[in-house]
């Protein structure tokens, strides 16, 4: 039996989302129990869900770690969290963490799917870890594909071209300054 409730964000119609209160039972075996400190929202992908405008053919593609519902709707979403481990092996409680995880005030992952934050890291940063992921993959993209070409060009230019968006984009820099909930 549940021990506590969580709220949690779903997108429930076209436009439309609303926090609902879940049922949270206490962390099983191999389990940690997260709070979020800061949830990153994705300017692209979750417009997409959010307008109800993933393609029917990206249905399971699409689909997050820990993700509830479905797609077109309701569907809880999100992948982007960084928290404070509450409850779970006494070596991780108080840890700093980054997590796959919609978004969502309190969540209990397998201790597999955390991911501890350096020291010195600010969570406010780290919960962008998933725009680097993409940005990396980018340039690992880019920078392959010119290899093949032959060139990356011979002032870097194409790798120059793809920081400076990345960095000036309105995705980098949609972070929390408090905690979502």
């Not at 307008?51 to 770690?65: H, K, L």
């Not at 070409?149 to 011979?154: D, H, N, T, V």
């Not at 194409?158 to 995705?171: M, N, P, Y």
Request: hydrophobic fraction near 45%; charge should be neutral; include cysteine.
């Amino acid at each position: 039996m549940p021990d506590r409730t969580t709220e949690a964000l779903w997108y429930v119609g076209a436009g439309c989302a609303e926090i609902r209160n879940e049922p949270l039972a206490e962390p099983g075996p191999g389990e940690v129990r997260v709070r979020a400190l800061y949830s990153a929202i994705s300017r692209g992908t979750e417009r997409l869900v959010l307008a109800g405008r993933v393609p029917t053919s990206e249905f399971e593609r699409m689909r997050a770690p820990f993700m509830g519902g479905s797609f077109p709707f309701p569907v809880k979403y999100g992948y982007s969290t960084v928290g404070c481990v509450e409850a779970g092996p006494a070596e991780m409680v108080g840890r700093i963490v980054f997590v796959l995880h919609p978004h969502q005030s309190l969540f209990n992952v397998p201790l597999s799917a955390v991911v501890a934050l350096p020291d010195g890291v600010p969570p406010a940063r780290a919960v962008l870890a998933a725009n680097m992921e993409t940005a990396l993959n980018a340039v690992s993209i880019l920078a392959a594909s010119t290899a093949r070409a032959g060139s990356l060009g011979r002032d870097g230019r194409e790798l120059k071209a793809i920081r400076v968006t990345l960095s000036e984009s309105h995705v980098a820099r949609a972070w929390y300054e408090a905690p979502l909930w």
